[in-house]
Antibody, heavy 118, light 107 residues
């Protein structure tokens, strides 16, 4: 059974850092691109970042470029998102999702909530 | 960046109705489009991929069509469990972009 489980969310103050993790199982992790997508409370979906199966290709949304870093460990079947200099507008549920290279997101985790508030 | 304009933003309909949601891309995206359903407090679930291919396990009352810049999601006969929010996604290029969402409510 395919599973992706996010963790690491919490409440932080503006300017602080947080690291999200996504544990994957039930599929050949290295064969899939992985992505982070977020949803602010009551708002729509916003793509954040993607990384290719081999980790060689990485993409970021303009709103997070320079502040967020995506990475993966194929030996551990895990995906991470290091977030620094967090802002109130980064408050959202962060979803981990997989995709075949170049394709859409076929499976999503349940998400982890990040709240940035003073 | 490719903008995805989804309409309507909300829709009120009754069980048994046929409804159509539209997404327009600001430039051609071939058939690199997916549709998702999201229920409150839940993660999105894929309904349609490659513009018109039905995800395994999704009821056949859902269908997608279109190519290039205009796409539609149709539900042929609404069921109570279909009342949710729907999003389109273009995966033709980065940054990936979603439509604004369509909230389908019971009339």
């Amino acid at each position: 059974e395919v599973q992706v489980v996010e963790s690491g969310g919490g409440v932080v103050k503006p300017g602080e850092s947080l690291r999200l993790s996504c544990a994957a199982s039930g599929f050949i992790f290295s064969s899939y691109s992985m992505s982070w997508i977020r949803q602010a409370p009551g708002k729509g979906l916003e793509w954040v970042s993607s990384i290719s199966g081999d980790g060689n290709y990485i993409f970021y949304a303009g709103s997070v470029k320079g502040r967020f870093t995506i990475s993966r460990d194929n030996a551990e079947n895990s995906l991470s998102l290091q977030m620094i200099t967090l802002r109130a507008e980064d408050t959202a549920v962060y979803y981990c999702a997989r995709s075949i290279s170049g394709a859409d997101f076929d499976f999503w985790g349940l998400g982890t909530l990040v709240t940035v508030s003073s | 960046d490719i903008q995805m304009t989804q309409s309507p933003s909300s829709l009120s309909a009754s069980v048994g109705d046929r409804v159509t949601i539209t997404c327009r891309a600001s430039q051609g995206i071939r058939n690199d489009l997916a549709w998702y359903q999201q229920k409150p407090g839940k993660a999105p679930e894929r309904l349609i991929y490659a513009a018109s291919s039905l995800q395994s396990g999704v009821p056949s009352r859902f269908s997608g069509s279109g190519s290039g810049t205009e796409f539609t999601l149709t539900v042929s006969s609404l069921q109570p469990e279909d009342f949710a929010t729907y999003y389109c996604l273009q995966h033709n290029s980065f940054p990936r972009t979603f439509g604004q969402g369509t909230k389908l409510e019971i009339k």
